[in-house]
């Protein structure tokens, strides 16, 4: 006989709190697309110089190659060892010494 009461396994009830928060996010995406949409549309006259393109094209790149390069560095540090030392608590204990 199985207890459906307690079972774990099965879907779970959301609570009150748990069901407004996801009412408050979803109500918080539907007005960021609806503000999105409206400020994208509202700006059709509005014309770009060649000095805002090239603005806009150097800050893209340069955010670009800033991103990549610290996650480059990051992988590059957790792989060879340096993250070590900043985690004691995971740290492999050192071989004894004779």
């Known amino acids: 006989m199985v207890d459906t009461k307690n079972d774990t396994k099965g879907s779970q009830k959301?609570?009150?709190g748990?069901?407004?928060l996801l009412t408050t996010l979803f109500a918080m995406l539907v007005f960021a697309i609806v503000w999105g949409m409206l400020a994208w549309t509202s700006a059709e006259g509005a014309e770009?110089?060649?000095?805002?393109w090239i603005a806009l094209t150097l800050g893209t790149t340069f955010s670009l190659v800033i991103g990549c390069g610290?996650?480059?560095l990051m992988f590059y540090s957790s792989?060879?060892?340096?993250?070590?030392t900043a985690t004691p608590k995971f740290r492999?204990?050192?071989a004894p010494t004779k």
């Open 70 to 72: 610290l996650m480059a």
């Open 48 to 52: 770009m110089s060649i000095h805002g």
């Open 18 to 20: 748990q069901a407004l």
């Open 79 to 84: 792989r060879s060892g340096y993250d070590d």
């Open 92 to 94: 492999k204990p050192d």
């Open 14 to 16: 959301l609570g009150l």
